[in-house]
């Protein structure tokens, strides 16, 4: 029995170390990951869609030892919406759990919080740890959780629904009656149609069904914030404008008159600034008085016209200006060299009436120096402005300085040279070289762009390859021959100042036209043959044919093809390829052969269709059996089936089914059954509209949200797999081309 005693002590030594392990590695924190509702709940949520009505949710929390201190307490925490903790949120917090392992936190959602990327974390107090974060979980307060209404701006409510837009202008939607609509991210729709907009507000200038949501992201299903619809149309302009006002630019304490052109019909006014209401829309309120004593009168002003016959219609702006918004504009250029010896001229001019000049060198005025203009000289470097002020009337008091003048005296001077215009070498024939920058080089390196200053006022010298071009003693050089390709730089000299630029090279190509000619355009494969040459002479040059960019052939002065492509010659001239034009072989093309009518021809039984056959050489028709039955550029059916045309063009045959059909004589149903029996199952409409690539049927739900907006029509709505929730459903349908809506109305569904 003695050794029972003996392993006690040494289970007792292995717990106590297995204790001391876990110290020294600390607490070990799992991310917290959602859990389902607790107790009862078997799903864990995958995204926390909160309301006022249900905000309750769990998260699960494991740990491991060592214990944590009695004075701990585990806190939930959460970050931004993109996952960042540098301000967290306390969701939850717990005291009572620090001998358990595996415990579950409760949490609601706060108010502020709409995102698809927040993440949670738990950390304890003592020791303090902090756990992985989770991954990252939508989520989304939504306190607003009914349906929005919208409503054209500037009226009371949505009225009836509708709005109408004069053509060439827009209106704005806008949401309303929530409590500060700004601050969501919305969904809108115009007939179903998602649109880019996430603001409250849309601009629209299109007809259209338009409604809005709000975007909860995942959680957008379980908002049911779908708003109301406004039906906008467009309409016709009645031309609305402003007359001409008496002044536009106004002085403190003027007032001024905008009165719109069109009175007297009964219309309501409101009146903007900047795009901004100034007044609500008031029957003939067609003036309104600009009083230039308010702070911030100027701006742009327009009036809007709606009510009676006309359509809601905003006017061209008329821009009022404050008279003492003056401006001053410096005319030397910013940086004036002066040479020893030499002075130069700084002057500005002002819009300003009655000016008065004031100039500071280094931030101090000149004595005297109280005109538009003065003079400097080698002995007055420095940073030069002008003040500019009004003197008298009631826009006195304001004064701008204008821009400044650094004006310096250099130590060297540098010039730098450039192509004047896009250059690339053996591409272009011609280039103009120019000097581009003179700079001013002073005593510590510092570099002053003084090209306006200075360019008319050097002398020049261009060099090619080292050597003098002779007549060539301005600031540009014109190179329009290969004999003058070389390495170019230029002289240049004033008063005591010597400098020479930096070099460029000039390869030049051959100013000569290199044409290309074909036997043909179209390719119909290899039994048709099509010949590539050109009428300069390529014996004795080294040349290369290419084919979409690739080199085809470099030994035949005339190129035989069958492959669709872009053809090219290039011809070396003095190192330089020189390209001919291109041609471009295509495939034959089906479009070639042209049917008038195009597409199915329809007539009514008994009755009879001629088709008209044109583009080709030659044509040939054939019945359902492969019979020929024509040979003319056109044929006459009188009975339905599927038809053929053959037609040649050149050595190539292009091949046209032609569809016949006798002319439905029934409407477009507005009632469906959907009751399995195989009858009136599915919406059949005529074929004039359906089976059409160019015809585009659109189904709208009672809400009018999109649920089919479909081309080539095949008369298979609704599908069997297609739930209808309650008995006569009513949906609304447009059928349209490209042009316009050919039918719309409703149809009944009956289970």
Excluded at 380 to 393: A, I, K, P, Q
Excluded at 516 to 544: H, K, Q, R, Y
Aim: hydrophobic share 35%; proline share 5%.
């Amino acid at each position: 029995m003695t050794p029972k005693p003996i392993f006690l002590i040494r289970v007792f030594i292995s717990t106590l170390f297995l204790l001391l392990a876990y110290t020294a590695q600390g607490q070990d924190l799992d991310a917290p990951v959602a859990a389902p509702l607790q107790p009862s709940g078997t799903t864990a949520w995958t995204a926390a869609c909160a309301s006022v009505d249900f905000n309750e949710f769990w998260v699960n929390f494991t740990w491991g030892p060592p214990l944590v201190n009695g004075d701990n307490e585990f806190i939930l925490e959460l970050s931004d919406a993109s996952g960042d903790f540098s301000s967290p949120v306390e969701l939850a917090r717990d005291a009572t759990q620090n001998t358990t392992f595996d415990f579950f936190f409760e949490f609601a959602v706060p108010n502020d919080v709409r995102g698809e990327g927040y993440r949670m974390r738990v950390r304890s107090t003592s020791p303090a740890v902090t756990s992985p974060v989770s991954p990252a979980y939508p989520m989304y307060y939504m306190d607003v959780n009914t349906g929005l209404t919208i409503r054209p701006q500037g009226q009371a409510d949505f009225g009836d629904g509708t709005a109408e837009v004069c053509d060439g202008n827009n209106i704005t939607l806008e949401v309303y009656a929530i409590s500060n609509p700004e601050t969501y991210q919305y969904n809108w729709y115009r007939s179903g149609t998602p649109l880019s907009e996430s603001s409250h507000m849309l601009t629209v200038s299109q007809s259209g069904m338009y409604n809005v949501e709000i975007d909860y992201g995942t959680c957008s299903g379980s908002g049911n914030t779908l708003s109301n619809i406004i039906d906008v149309t467009v309409g016709s302009s009645l031309g609305i404008a402003i007359n001409p006002p008496a002044k536009t630019d106004l002085c403190s304490g003027e007032t001024v008159d905008l009165v719109a052109n069109i009175t007297g019909m009964g219309l309501d006014y409101q009146w903007f600034k900047d795009g901004a209401p100034l007044t609500s829309p008031t029957l003939e309120d067609d003036t309104y008085t600009v009083d230039a004593s308010s702070p911030g009168f100027e701006g742009d002003y327009q009036v809007e016209i709606s009510g009676g016959t006309a359509c809601l219609e905003r006017s061209a702006p008329i821009t009022i200006t404050n008279a003492g918004d003056f401006t001053v504009t410096r005319d030397n250029p910013a940086n004036v060299v002066v040479l020893p010896s030499q002075s130069q001229t700084l002057s500005v001019s002002t819009t300003a009436s009655a000016p008065t000049y004031q100039w500071y060198r280094n931030g101090s005025p000149l004595p005297g120096e109280t005109s538009a203009s003065t003079t400097v000289d080698d002995t007055g470097t420095g940073t030069y402005f002008c003040r500019v002020s009004l003197s008298g009337g009631p826009c006195s008091s304001t004064s701008i300085d204008s821009e400044s003048t650094n004006v310096v005296v250099p130590a060297s001077l540098e010039l730098v040279i450039d192509y004047a215009t896009s250059y690339s070498a053996c591409v272009n024939t011609s280039i103009v070289l120019e000097v581009a920058q003179i700079n001013a080089i002073d005593s510590g390196g510092g570099s002053t762009d003084v090209t306006a200053d200075l360019i008319g006022s050097m002398t020049y010298q261009w060099n090619k390859d080292g050597i003098a071009v002779a007549g060539e003693t301005s600031s540009t050089i014109s190179l329009t021959d290969i004999s003058e390709n070389g390495n170019y730089e230029v002289d240049g000299s004033v008063s005591t100042y010597n400098a020479t630029s930096n070099t460029l090279s000039v390869e030049l190509l051959v100013n000569e036209t290199l044409t290309i000619t074909s036997t043909g355009t179209v390719s119909c494969g290899p039994a048709v043959d099509i010949t590539l040459s050109t009428s300069t002479s390529l014996t004795g040059e080294s040349f290369d044919w290419y084919r979409d960019g690739v080199i085809v052939n470099s030994t035949d002065e005339a190129l035989i093809v069958n492959d669709p492509g872009t053809y090219q010659l290039a011809i070396d001239r003095n190192g330089c390829p020189l390209l001919s034009n291109e041609i471009v072989i295509t495939p034959i093309d089906d479009d070639l052969i042209t049917m008038d009518p195009e597409g199915a021809v329809v007539f009514p039984e008994g009755g009879s269709r001629t088709v008209n056959a044109a583009g080709g050489d030659s044509y040939r028709w054939f019945d359902a059996d492969n019979a020929e039955i024509a040979t003319g550029s056109s044929y006459t059916f009188t009975t339905e089936g599927n038809y053929t045309l053959i037609a040649t063009l050149g050595a190539c045959e292009i091949i046209k089914p032609i569809e016949v059909e006798y002319l439905d004589t029934f409407r477009v149903p507005n009632v469906i059954t959907v009751n399995g029996d195989g009858i009136n199952d599915v919406w059949v409409i005529p074929n004039s509209y359906s089976n059409k690539p160019d015809v585009t049927v659109i189904l709208y739900n009672e809400r009018g949200e999109e649920i089919l907006n479909q081309n080539d029509y095949q008369n298979n709505w609704p599908e069997a797999s297609m739930s209808f929730t309650r008995q006569n459903m009513v949906f609304y349908y447009k059928i349209m081309n490209t042009q316009e809506v050919l039918k719309q109305g409703t149809i009944t569904v009956i289970r």
